[in-house]
């Protein structure tokens, strides 16, 4: 059987406030195999986002061990872990987060910028991403010039430029339109059909629905597990 992508074990995080430490998530297990496409679904503060925030190694947990692609992710120091990062995860967020001064090609291209590719591959990398969410045609666009959906279509070629195993996505529907949202859904399910693995949080069960496996929390725990039943 092949290795998990993700394995956490007891995974922790407790946010200091003012009133102390905030227990967010309390020591969580869980595994996901490549190929999987997760659905993470919860009432407003269950530590979705806490835990997404932890497996795209933007928080360090308070407790437990996480392994990414089976390598631990603690041990790395922070030249390997922003290498094991960029070679496996790519994001996409509610906002978008689009730099509205780049045109679309040189946003979807950035993080190349970082992996240090020449100018001619990042284009080239940046047009065929592009083409694949159908937006070929906007590269010299500006964001401020296209929709909110075709907005979050970028933000998704942008994380796929590196070429991820995985794709973390928070609430990537949450400013979406309900036809919108089919769309960018259907956008996932053919890049979890090319063998991407794909965890993304959800408040609603129709997007929830398209994902093959849905995880449920409840007060920084995870309380359900289950695969999605086929549609009737
Ligand atoms: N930086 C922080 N400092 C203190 N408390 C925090 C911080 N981030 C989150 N929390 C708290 O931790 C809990 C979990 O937050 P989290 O953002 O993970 O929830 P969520 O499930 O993503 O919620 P939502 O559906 O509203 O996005 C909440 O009670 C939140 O207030
Ligand atoms: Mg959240």
């Known amino acids: 059987m092949s290795e998990a992508v993700i394995r956490v074990v007891g995974l922790g995080k407790s946010y200091v406030t003012a009133a102390g430490l905030f227990p967010a998530l309390k020591g969580v297990d869980l595994e996901i195999r490549p190929g ?60 978008f987060n689009l730099l509205p001064r780049m045109s679309l090609q040189d946003n979807v291209a950035l993080p190349l910028v970082y992996a240090g590719a020449d100018k001619e591959t990042r284009r080239r990398a940046a047009r065929e991403l592009l083409a694949k969410v159908g937006l070929g045609q906007y590269a010299e666009s500006l964001p401020n010039r296209i929709s909110g959906g075709q907005q979050q279509r970028v933000a998704i070629a942008r994380a796929l430029v590196n070429q991820p195993r995985l794709i973390l996505a928070d609430e990537p529907t949450g400013n979406l339109d309900s036809h919108t949202s089919e769309e960018i859904m259907r956008l996932f399910g053919e890049l979890n059909a090319e063998g991407i693995t794909i965890v993304l949080v959800t408040h609603e069960p129709d997007i929830a629905r398209h994902a093959k496996r849905q995880v449920r929390f409840l007060d920084g725990e995870i309380v359900d597990d289950h695969l999605t039943e086929p549609a009737p």
């Open 36 to 95: 999987e496409y997760i659905a993470i679904m919860g009432p407003s503060g269950s530590g979705k986002s806490t835990f997404m925030n932890l497996l795209g190694c933007l928080d360090t947990p308070s407790l437990g061990e996480y392994w990414l692609d089976g390598q631990n992710v603690a041990q790395l120091d922070n030249d390997a872990l922003a290498r094991l990062r960029n070679r496996t995860l790519g994001f996409v967020f509610q906002g």
